[in-house]
T-cell receptor, first 110, second 112 residues
């Protein structure tokens, strides 16, 4: 069974600090990885995608991929209260769909 | 709006009713999906359509019936639902090439 695993949290981070979210996956052939943000009662919103080893930066967000260790992480710098949400990690195992983790609930404390 | 439109946004239905959820995308995406998300639970994949053909039915009860008349539209027909079917129903679409999904805003369904 191909799986994506995340710590469900909650993860509490002080405002202005770096929030670090982690995700591991089970299938070495995965090529594409995604981070979604979901506010309570809303639909998931794609915030980052990463396809190759290393770091990818977009504003305050950095995605990191290590295929040898099979993990993906998302760093949020200068955390803001508006970053409080559930963050979903997803992987493409090449079977027409994305496989999602259970999500990590992040709370930014003012 | 994300480019994937779902209607209605909210739906309350009795257990004997028949209703339909609609999803529409004009992003040129080739695959469309229905997901169920219950309170404080992860996303549950229900159906996958690729190029208008159903490629996956994830052991969904027959009281949920999908329809994909063309690559831009996806429906979920509902009949004789149970209260435990109350959830947020999400439609998503995806282009070819290994990109991520675009989700619609969802339909909040309450079965009474």
């Amino acid at each position: 069974q191909k799986e994506v695993e995340q710590n469900s949290g909650p993860l509490s981070v002080p405002e202005g600090a770096i929030a670090s979210l982690n995700c591991t996956y089970s299938d070495r052939v995965s090529q594409s990885f995604f981070w979604y943000r979901q506010y309570s009662g809303k639909s998931p919103e794609l915030i980052m995608s990463i396809y190759s080893n290393g770091d990818k930066e977009d504003g305050r967000f950095t995605a990191q991929l290590n295929k040898a260790s099979q993990y993906v992480s998302l760093l949020i710098r200068d955390s803001q209260p508006s970053d409080s949400a559930t963050y979903l990690c997803a992987a493409d195992f090449g079977n027409e769909k994305l496989t999602f983790g259970t999500g990590t609930r992040l709370t930014i404390i003012p | 709006e994300t480019g994937v439109t779902q209607t209605p946004r909210h739906l309350v239905m009795g257990m004997t009713n028949k209703k339909s959820l609609k999803c529409e995308q004009h992003l040129g995406h080739n695959a469309m999906y229905w997901y169920k998300q219950s309170a404080k639970k992860p996303l549950e994949l229900m159906f996958v359509y690729s190029l208008e053909e159903r490629v996956e039915n994830n052991s969904v009860p027959s009281r949920f019936s999908p329809e994909c008349p063309n690559s831009s539209h996806l429906f979920l027909h509902l009949h004789t639902l149970q209260p435990e079917d109350s959830a947020l129903y999400l439609c998503a679409s995806r282009p070819t090439g290994g990109y991520g999904y675009t989700f619609g805003s969802g339909t909040r369904l309450t079965v009474v």
